[in-house]
């Protein structure tokens, strides 16, 4: 089965960025479309963004537009998402997860987190 691992969390300052890298492993990435997810303490999990398999389609929550970019590359069998202008409310468990397409409600594999925290 398809094992995603996400990396690149870490402690910034308002203002900051980090790059989130999810890497795929039992299979490949290019049959699905990865959506990355978040979960801040008290709060229910939300959708950030989405990339369909080819690349061709992204979507953004309103709260990350502008800010945030989501990318793959199906030969390194990888996804990204470059987070700039970070705010506190951005810190949260970021999570990357496969799906058939990013418009299907149904979610195949997920990853374990990894932690962001934006503080001064």
């Known amino acids: 089965q398809l094992k995603l691992v996400e990396s690149g969390g870490g402690l910034v300052q308002p203002g900051g960025s980090l790059r989130l890298s999810c890497e795929a492993s039992g299979a490949t990435l290019d049959g699905y479309g990865i959506g990355w997810f978040r979960q801040a303490p008290g709060k229910e999990r939300e959708g950030v963004s989405c990339?369909?398999?080819?690349?061709?389609?992204?979507n953004y929550a309103d709260s990350v537009k502008g800010r945030f970019t989501i990318s793959r590359d199906n030969a390194k069998n990888r996804v990204y998402l470059q987070m700039n202008g970070l705010k506190p409310e951005d810190t949260a468990v970021y999570y990357c997860a496969a799906k058939p397409l990013c418009i299907a409600t149904r979610t195949d594999y997920w990853g374990q987190g990894t932690q962001v925290t934006v503080s001064s």
């Open positions: 990339i369909s398999r080819s690349g061709g389609f992204t």
